[in-house]
């Protein structure tokens, strides 16, 4: 008898102590992946998979209505920045098109494509007192005209 009051005193101590401890923190996430066409100006035939990490750098942060993904690697000789603007106020969730006034101001080893033809579709962006908590997003991005060779990527944040 006073084993099986021990083992459910145990069992339900264990359940208290699950139930109430904090849950574990998810790890951040910061990746930029990314395939260029050839001819897609400023990236032109390149693709990647860059994370954070010590070896790449890839940082996510929001000013005022744009926000901007900042990643470089190969010690910073390969650098890749990109600036998503909605036509008016705050990105949020759905999807934006050149035609809707947005645009991808694409910024590649000190080459840019500031007329772009873009599309981007966030699937999910939270903010919190410190600014961006989380994004998922995905992007096409055309330099010159509509029918210019694509840059087409995928971003991931979680803070």
């Given at each position: 008898?006073?084993?099986?009051?021990?083992?459910?005193?145990?069992?339900?101590?264990?359940?208290?102590?699950?139930?109430?401890?904090?849950?574990?923190?998810?790890?951040?996430?910061?990746?930029l992946?990314?395939?260029?066409?050839?001819?897609?100006?400023?990236?032109?035939?390149?693709?990647?998979?860059?994370?954070?990490?010590?070896?790449?750098?890839?940082?996510?942060w929001?000013?005022?209505?744009?926000?901007?993904?900042?990643?470089?690697?190969?010690?910073?000789?390969?650098?890749?920045?990109?600036?998503?603007?909605?036509?008016?106020?705050?990105?949020?969730?759905?999807?934006?098109?050149?035609?809707?006034?947005?645009?991808?101001?694409a910024?590649?080893?000190?080459?840019?494509?500031?007329?772009?033809?873009?599309?981007?579709?966030?699937?999910?962006?939270?903010?919190?007192?410190?600014?961006?908590?989380?994004?998922?997003?995905?992007?096409?991005?055309?330099?010159?005209?509509?029918t210019?060779?694509a840059?087409?990527?995928?971003?991931?944040?979680?803070r």
């Open positions: 008898m006073k084993f099986r009051r021990a083992f459910t005193t145990l069992a339900v101590a264990a359940g208290l102590v699950t139930v109430f401890a904090p849950a574990a923190a998810a790890e951040p996430v910061a990746s992946d990314f395939t260029a066409e050839q001819g897609a100006h400023p990236v032109d035939g390149r693709s990647g998979h860059w994370t954070a990490s010590p070896e790449n750098e890839v940082r996510f929001e000013n005022g209505a744009t926000l901007r993904v900042d990643a470089e690697t190969d010690r910073g000789f390969d650098h890749i920045a990109l600036d998503f603007t909605a036509p008016s106020g705050n990105l949020r969730a759905g999807t934006y098109d050149h035609v809707g006034g947005a645009h991808i101001l910024v590649s080893n000190g080459l840019a494509c500031v007329d772009d033809y873009s599309t981007f579709t966030i699937d999910r962006i939270e903010r919190g007192a410190e600014g961006l908590v989380a994004l998922d997003a995905t992007f096409e991005q055309r330099c010159g005209s509509p210019s060779p840059l087409r990527g995928e971003l991931h944040y979680r």
